[in-house]
Each structure stands twice: as structure tokens, then as C-alpha cells.
């Protein structure tokens, strides 16, 4: 399944692959790329789906994985190589899915740990099989 999502393993938006492996077991990678004030932040997010309960149309299911970044500031003079700087980080979420043949909506909730602390974050994606 390939996806587009918002806020979700990747960030503010990003792209993504699913590959699923069982009825209940997939591998997945998003990534994203964001120029914020000069800053280049690029983001990639390997994870395993697992699907809790299905039903007809929806199912629950559970993500965990790991969030990758790096950061580069390019720099606006010539005596300044400018700054660049890689880290990670994990998640875990518990989601809520909708699917038709085609067409999968999915909603998130995930705790996200880095250099930062921890922190709640909410995801939305909407992807094609």
C-alpha cells in the first residue's frame, strides 16, 4: 500500500510504503523532507502494523518504530560551512482504520520519544492497495 499522511510517523506530512507480510503483520517505511527557514529537515521512519481486531470495513491495530532525522542549516555566507546534525528517535501509536478494496483512511494516536523527551502526537493517512 503506498500513503500519504499528515502528522503522522514522518512528521508534519510525508509518503509512505506498506508491505504486508500476514492478514495481521506488515513492515512499513514513511519519509518527509521540510524546508523550515532555511533548515532542511529530512525525515524517514522504518515501523512494524500489526492489525488488533478486524471487522468487515474497519480494523484496530498498533505501529512501533523508529524515527531517523537529519538536519541541515546550509549557510547564507562563505566563511561558514553551515550546521548539520543527525538524530532519532521511537513512537508507538494505536490507530483506527477504515477500508474498501482500493482506498484505506487512518486515524493515530502515538507517543513519540527522542532527544527532546516524550510526547503525544496525532496522524492522519489515506492510502491506495
Do not use: C, N
Request: charge should be neutral.
Amino acid at each position: 500500500m503506498f500513503y500519504a499522511e499528515l502528522g503522522g510517523k514522518a512528521g508534519l506530512y510525508g509518503i509512505g510504503y506498506e508491505r504486508t507480510l500476514t492478514s495481521r503483520l506488515s513492515l512499513g517505511v514513511a519519509g518527509s523532507f521540510l524546508i523550515l527557514r532555511d533548515q532542511q529537515i529530512t525525515t524517514t521512519s522504518p515501523y512494524v502494523h500489526a492489525t488488533i481486531a478486524r471487522g468487515e470495513r474497519h480494523a484496530f491495530y498498533a505501529e512501533i518504530g523508529a524515527t531517523l532525522v537529519h538536519s541541515k542549516l546550509p549557510s547564507p555566507v562563505d566563511d561558514w560551512d553551515g550546521m548539520s546534525e543527525s538524530g532519532g528517535g521511537g513512537f508507538a501509536s494505536l490507530g483506527w482504520e477504515r477500508g474498501t478494496r482500493h482506498l484505506v483512511l487512518r486515524a493515530s494516536g502515538s507517543i513519540v520519544v527522542g532527544e527532546g523527551g516524550v510526547a503525544p502526537w496525532l496522524g492522519f493517512a489515506m492510502g491506495f492497495r
